[in-house]
């Protein structure tokens, strides 16, 4: 059974970068198939994509977070990361990592529990 | 890249059918049978219920069902169950690898 979760500070200052891990366990990362996604949810409102990385390092933007958003892979602590640079206010939201299913079905079949990032000073 | 649409809430009786609908355009749900939909209850992560449109993750209860017309995309819901109170989620393939969410919908079991 995949677990993923997800770890970071909870509390950003705005214009600082907005940094969070996620650790994969019960499968490898390195498997073939799988896009390894990044997902917010804003207070009381629906759910957005962020973008998503392969193992191999290959990686795609919500367009609209792209010009911020860098996600990175490292295979051998079996984690993938997120930075969001220049926070604001309206970063803030609960953020869950996701295993979605590249070869197809473009789904996302397991989540992290997710995790609360407030941007204030 | 729009979200797509959903009915911010909808409402129904125990043993009643429910349709909660996700429109997008011709570049989304209407271009790709690549749609998903997910359960969250409160305080709690999504859970796949539909993929591709249509196809049920094994463990999912069959009174789950989803379906796709033009650019409008349905999860029905029949037999409505209290415990199926929560928010419902689509999600769909947006080209160019990019994904788009719904705004979520708010079931109600009366």
Avoid at chain 1, 24 to 49: C, F, M, N
């Amino acid at each position: 059974q995949v677990q993923l979760q997800e770890s970071g500070p909870g509390l950003v200052k705005p214009s600082q970068t907005l940094s969070l891990t996620c650790t994969v366990s019960g499968g490898s990362i390195s498997t073939a198939g799988y896009y390894w996604s990044w997902i917010r949810q804003h207070p009381g409102r629906g759910l957005e994509w962020i973008g998503y990385i392969y193992y191999s390092g290959n990686t795609h933007y919500n367009p609209s977070l792209k010009s911020r958003v860098t996600i990175s892979v490292d295979t051998t602590t079996n984690q993938f990361s997120l930075k969001m640079t220049s926070a604001t206010a309206a970063d803030t939201a609960v953020y869950y990592c996701a295993r979605e299913d590249s070869y197809g079905t473009r789904s996302f079949d397991y989540w992290g529990q997710g995790t609360l990032v407030t941007v204030s000073s | 890249q729009s979200a797509l649409t959903q009915p911010a809430s909808v409402s129904g009786s125990p043993g009643q059918s429910m349709t909660i609908s996700c429109t997008g355009t011709s570049s989304d749900v209407g271009g790709y049978n690549l749609i998903s939909w997910y359960q969250q209850h409160p305080g709690k992560a999504p859970e796949l219920i539909i993929y591709e449109g249509t196809k049920r993750p094994s463990g999912v209860s069959n009174r789950f069902s989803g379906s796709k017309s033009g650019n409008t995309a349905s999860l029905t819901i029949s037999g409505l169950q209290a415990e199926d109170e929560a928010h419902y989620h689509c999600c769909s393939y947006a080209g160019r690898s990019t994904l788009v969410f719904g705004g979520g919908t708010k079931l109600t079991v009366l």
